[in-house]
T-cell receptor
C-alpha cells in the first residue's frame, strides 16, 4: 500500500521568511514523488517532481529515501505562494497517484 | 491546446435526475481520470481510462457511470445520486499510465455538483 502524510494542515509564515512543507511517504518499491499546488479558484497543477530535480517558483524538494521524506522548501516566501499544497506519490504502475491531505500555506505581508 | 476542459462548471440536480459531466483534452493524452474532491480534502481517484478502456474503478457506486467515447473525451453519467455525492468532480489526463513521469496529471477546473 502507498501512503502520503503531510503533518501540517495549516502553515502560516511572513513574507520573506523561509518555508518548509513536510511530506513523508510509505511505499515498498521505488516511488515517484510530486508536489501539486492549488491556488485559490485555480485548477490543481503540478509544481515539481523529484526526478526533475528542478526549482520551480523558487521551490525545491529533495527525495530522502532514508527518511522517506520529500519536503518542499523555499528560502524566501512570497504572498503569491499562498495556496493549498499536496504531496503525491506514484508507484511503479503509474496509474494511482496518491495524495496527502494537503497543507494550506498562508504567507502574510 | 494544453488544457483539460470540463463542463458544466456547476450542476444542481435532484436525487432522481440523470445528468452527465463532460471532459475534453486535445493534448494527445491516452490516459484520463475522474477524481472526486470534497472541500479542503485531497482528490480521491474514482476511475482511470487507458487507451479508451476502463483500467481502474476504485469501487465507485454504480450510480456513477464513466464513459470514454474516444481518446479526447471522457464522460461521467450520474443517476440517482445522494446528497453526500455533492463535491467537486475533477477530470485529469496524462500521457499514458505506464510511461515515466505518469504522475504528471493535467487537471480540469472541475464541475461542482450539488445534489438536493
Amino acid at each position: 500500500a502507498q501512503r502520503v502524510t503531510q503533518p501540517e494542515k495549516l502553515l502560516s509564515v511572513f513574507k520573506g521568511a523561509p518555508v518548509e512543507l513536510k511530506c513523508n511517504y510509505s511505499y515498498s518499491g521505488s516511488p515517484e514523488l510530486f508536489w501539486y499546488v492549488q491556488y485559490s479558484r485555480q485548477r490543481l497543477q503540478l509544481l515539481l517532481r523529484h526526478i526533475s530535480r528542478e526549482s520551480i517558483k523558487g521551490f525545491t524538494a529533495d527525495l530522502n529515501k532514508g527518511e522517506t521524506s520529500f519536503h518542499l522548501k523555499k528560502p524566501f516566501a512570497q504572498e503569491e505562494d499562498s495556496a493549498m499544497y499536496y504531496c503525491a506519490l506514484s508507484g511503479i504502475s503509474g496509474s494511482r497517484l496518491t495524495f496527502g491531505e494537503g497543507t494550506q500555506l498562508t504567507v502574510n505581508p | 491546446d494544453t488544457e483539460v476542459t470540463q463542463t458544466p462548471k456547476h450542476l444542481v440536480m435532484g436525487m432522481t435526475n440523470k445528468k452527465s459531466l463532460k471532459c475534453e483534452q486535445h493534448m494527445g493524452h491516452r490516459a484520463m481520470y475522474w477524481y472526486k474532491q470534497k472541500a479542503k480534502k485531497p482528490p480521491e481517484l474514482m476511475f482511470v481510462y487507458s487507451y479508451e478502456k476502463l483500467s481502474i474503478n476504485e469501487s465507485v457506486p454504480s450510480r456513477f457511470s464513466p464513459e470514454c467515447p474516444n481518446s479526447s473525451l471522457l464522460n461521467l453519467h450520474l443517476h440517482a445520486l445522494q446528497p453526500e455525492d455533492s463535491a467537486l468532480y475533477l477530470c485529469a489526463s496524462s500521457h499514458h499510465v505506464r510511461t515515466p513521469n505518469t504522475g504528471e496529471l493535467f487537471f480540469g477546473e472541475g464541475s461542482r455538483l450539488t445534489v438536493l
